[in-house]
């Protein structure tokens, strides 16, 4: 069990340099007692990238994506960078991949968003022979992907685990039986037990994979100002109360809107939130949108966690 943080990327955007604010939060996040730290992906700077970055100028941490939208994007490219990006951080990299939204699709790339279960597990078997073996040789219905010369990195050991944010049953199973695990945003305790960890561990036992894991993403703060920080968990979380997947976990998750599930309260509100996270299955619990608040709230927020994880690893 770790605990870690994920960054947003209109935060780092916000700040005059993303990849020198990257580097020092990475710095804040290992001093502070965390495990990891996570790049959210957008069209700005690139989470790969930076993870790669981060990873190297903090040794103490684990990097990662979270996640990267395989919609309009090639196995083989995602492949190269992310065996890079592993080999930067001497095996600290872990690859979060997204099934991605046709809003964010279609008339960006003008790429149509159809089929995703089909393409996730085109993508995926693509990407697992690059990461596995060196090289591909695949013609699928979504996509062809066939290296003509050695496609493995040097130095990119172990192999890059490769986890999805799967939250769907379709989008689960494959992930189970392709994928090292999940990262699911959004998600209650008792819908995680039941809608995340049950079918993809079954999914991935079928497939003679090792238990798969569950890196819970959860938005929180710890705070005083619990009617400032609705507010701004209202405004932060509404773009996904119209998106079906997650409608559909929220739902199950008990709640009516997004902003339902972000965690707010005091140490010990959060602690026993995290804990319910730990008891439902997960492996990773990993606290986004910790700046909803006040930056002394923030580093309240990591300074908890720091000491959570720190206990998790005793």
């Known amino acids: 069990m770790s605990l870690g943080i994920a960054l947003s990327p209109f935060t780092l955007d916000a700040t005059d340099h993303a990849v020198d604010a990257a580097v020092a939060a990475g710095r804040q996040a290992a001093a502070a007692g965390l495990s ?17 970055v981060v990873g190297r100028e903090v040794p103490e941490l684990e990097v990662g994506t979270s996640a990267v939208p395989i919609s309009a994007r090639h196995p083989l490219l995602i492949a190269s960078q992310a065996q890079t990006a592993q080999a930067a951080t001497h095996g600290r990299f872990a690859l979060g991949l997204a099934l991605g939204t046709a809003a964010f ?5 003008g790429v149509t968003f159809d089929r995703p279960i089909a393409r996730l597990r085109e993508f995926l078997t693509a990407l697992r022979s690059v990461l596995d073996t060196g090289t591909v040789d695949f013609h699928g219905e979504t996509l062809t992907a066939v290296a003509p010369l050695p496609a493995a990195v040097a130095g990119a050991k172990p192999t890059v685990p490769v986890l999805v944010a799967a939250m769907g049953p379709q989008a689960l199973r494959v992930t189970g039986e392709l994928a090292d695990g999940t990262l699911p945003f959004l998600v209650g305790p008792k819908a995680l037990a039941e809608q995340i960890v049950a079918p993809i561990t079954k999914a991935a036992e079928r497939a003679g994979r090792s238990a798969p894991r569950i890196v819970a993403m959860v938005p929180g703060v710890v705070t005083a100002d619990i009617e400032g920080a609705r507010a ?3 405004e932060s979380t509404a773009f996904y109360n119209d998106i079906p997947s997650y409608q559909r976990i929220i739902e199950l998750s008990g709640a009516s809107r997004a902003a339902e599930l972000v965690v707010i309260g005091d140490e010990q509100t959060i602690a026993d939130r995290v804990a319910e996270y730990f008891e439902a299955g997960a492996t990773d619990v990993v606290f986004a949108q910790t700046d909803l608040t006040t930056p002394a709230d923030e580093q309240r927020t990591w300074q908890l966690l720091g000491e959570l994880n720190r206990s998790a690893q005793q």
């Open 232 to 234: 701004a968990a209202e």
């Open 105 to 109: 699709t279609e008339p960006v790339f």
């Open 36 to 52: 990891s730290l996570w790049f959210g992906h957008t069209f700005s700077h690139d989470s790969i990238v930076l993870s790669a």
